[in-house]
């Protein structure tokens, strides 16, 4: 079995030794940390150099985030998508993407970015029937995962990238018998992804959980 407890002095190293260090993203971590609790709903920020780094490696142009909070996960999506690249940005609340709003125009990427104030599932219906993502990254209501899933994946291109949040969700999905819908959901969705033939998953312990979906191409 090979995987490694981590301790905080140890995750301080890993942070410090990968490029996580952005002075933009740096100031917009503190801010959101200053609103108190609701904070940890905030990606951490090796999640965001790992996302950017997936957007470049496929070379993403069309990319959708649903649940944008105060912007840390966009900024750092945005900005590697270049400035060809479009940003979909899926969220129900003015008051925190008024933040992310102010980060985007600072970092120069708010012309790559749409806002749209709405359920999530409402936008993707609305959207045209030929519009297609390359990446995809959800972390929004647990509950409604697996409702994205099914609504994105039709739209996502052959080996197109689609990111899960929170899929540990703090080890609770070990919890056979959890009350807790969010659980429940989640248990659900993880067991449905590891068995679905149209994609390939890997699972892997950075931040929450994330599970990282390719959208196998015709025939494979």
């Known amino acids: 079995m090979?995987?490694?407890?981590?301790?905080?002095?140890?995750?301080?190293?890993?942070v410090k030794h990968g490029q996580n260090a952005d002075p933009?993203?740096?100031?917009?971590?503190?801010?959101?940390?200053?609103?108190?609790?609701?904070?940890?709903?905030?990606?951490?920020?090796?999640?965001?150099?790992?996302?950017?780094?997936?957007?470049?490696?496929?070379?993403?142009r069309s990319a959708i985030e649903i649940g944008?909070?105060?912007?840390?996960?966009?900024?750092a999506v945005a900005r590697a998508l270049g400035p060809d690249g479009r940003l979909l940005c899926c969220d129900i609340s003015e008051e925190w993407t008024s933040?992310?709003?102010?980060?985007?125009?600072?970092?120069?990427?708010?012309?790559?970015?749409e806002l749209r104030?709405?359920?999530?599932?409402e936008t993707l219906k609305a959207l045209p029937a030929d519009h297609s993502f390359d990446f995809a990254f959800i972390d929004a209501d647990?509950?409604?995962?697996?409702?994205y899933y099914d609504a994105l994946l039709p739209r996502m291109r052959a080996n197109g990238l689609i990111i899960f949040d929170n899929v540990l969700w703090q080890g609770q999905v070990l919890d056979t018998q959890s009350p807790s819908d969010d659980t429940r959901a989640l248990q659900q969705l993880n067991d449905f992804l590891a068995?679905?033939?149209?994609?390939?998953?890997?699972?892997?312990?950075?931040?929450?959980?994330?599970?990282?979906v390719r959208k196998k191409a015709p025939g494979e």
């Open 142 to 147: 647990k509950v409604s995962y697996r409702a």
């Open 68 to 75: 944008t909070f105060t912007g840390f996960s966009s900024l």
């Open 195 to 212: 068995a679905d033939t149209r994609v390939q998953t890997v699972m892997i312990n950075v931040s929450d959980g994330l599970t990282i």
């Open 24 to 60: 933009l993203l740096a100031e917009l971590a503190k801010e959101t940390e200053d609103l108190g609790p609701i904070a940890r709903m905030q990606i951490a920020p090796e999640q965001g150099t790992l996302m950017a780094l997936l957007v470049r490696a496929i070379g993403a």
């Open 117 to 121: 104030l709405a359920p999530a599932l």
């Open 2 to 14: 090979k995987y490694i407890s981590m301790h905080e002095e140890l995750y301080d190293y890993l």
């Open 99 to 113: 933040i992310a709003r102010r980060y985007w125009a600072k970092a120069g990427v708010a012309e790559r970015i």
